[in-house]
């Protein structure tokens, strides 16, 4: 076998291991799919280090309320990226955020009226109040992935 051949089939078994173990690219132009995955990620790192602190029993007021701050100035950013259309491949929302749009806006809602008490209980700083407050941003969270999110 030429040199050259046994080269070109090296590339080509390299490109398909990785593909086939590696994330699909969103390839689509302004790549709504990465972008609101990305929003997603940014809300996860504001609620995430709050559930520590209240798992482990370590709440603390004034380190509680700029991450409930950081979470109210997050919320808003996925949304714009659920254009018509942008239901493919490494999306993992289901169809049904484009067949029930009025559903999965009230479930929206519902999580930015959470995250708005959230932020009110944070700046109270009564941690029984936080902790019923972070709980309900939870259930709005699993609320709206049980019908809109695949898992
Ligand atoms: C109104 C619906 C809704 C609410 C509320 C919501 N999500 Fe999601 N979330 C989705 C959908 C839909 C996707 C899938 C997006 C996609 O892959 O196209 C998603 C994806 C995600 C992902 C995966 C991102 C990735 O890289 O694949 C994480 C993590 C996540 N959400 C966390 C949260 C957390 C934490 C909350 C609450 C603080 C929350 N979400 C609230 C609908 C919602």
């Given at each position: 076998m030429p040199q050259s051949l046994i080269f070109r089939l090296f590339l080509l078994i390299t490109a398909l291991l990785?593909?086939?173990?590696g994330e699909?690219?969103?390839?689509r132009p302004g790549q709504p799919?990465?972008?609101r995955q990305m929003a997603f990620k940014e809300i996860v790192k504001a609620f995430e280090p709050m559930g520590v602190m209240l798992r482990k029993d370590r709440?603390?007021?004034?380190?509680?309320?700029?991450?409930?701050?950081?979470?109210?100035?997050?919320?808003?950013?996925?949304?714009?990226?659920?254009?018509?259309?942008t239901h493919y491949p490494p999306s993992k929302a289901t169809a049904?955020?484009?067949?029930?749009?009025?559903?999965?806006?009230?479930?929206?809602?519902a999580f930015i009226t959470a995250t708005d008490a959230l932020l009110a209980a944070a700046q109270s700083k009564d941690k029984a109040q936080v902790a019923m407050a972070y709980d309900k941003v939870h259930e709005?969270?699993?609320?709206?992935?049980?019908?809109?999110k695949e898992r």
């Amino acid at each position: 076998m030429p040199q050259s051949l046994i080269f070109r089939l090296f590339l080509l078994i390299t490109a398909l291991l990785l593909s086939s173990c590696g994330e699909v690219e969103d390839t689509r132009p302004g790549q709504p799919v990465k972008q609101r995955q990305m929003a997603f990620k940014e809300i996860v790192k504001a609620f995430e280090p709050m559930g520590v602190m209240l798992r482990k029993d370590r709440y603390d007021a004034d380190k509680f309320l700029p991450l409930a701050e950081k979470l109210v100035e997050k919320r808003d950013a996925p949304w714009s990226h659920f254009a018509p259309d942008t239901h493919y491949p490494p999306s993992k929302a289901t169809a049904d955020v484009w067949q029930q749009p009025e559903a999965f806006t009230k479930d929206k809602q519902a999580f930015i009226t959470a995250t708005d008490a959230l932020l009110a209980a944070a700046q109270s700083k009564d941690k029984a109040q936080v902790a019923m407050a972070y709980d309900k941003v939870h259930e709005a969270c699993k609320t709206c992935h049980k019908q809109f999110k695949e898992r």
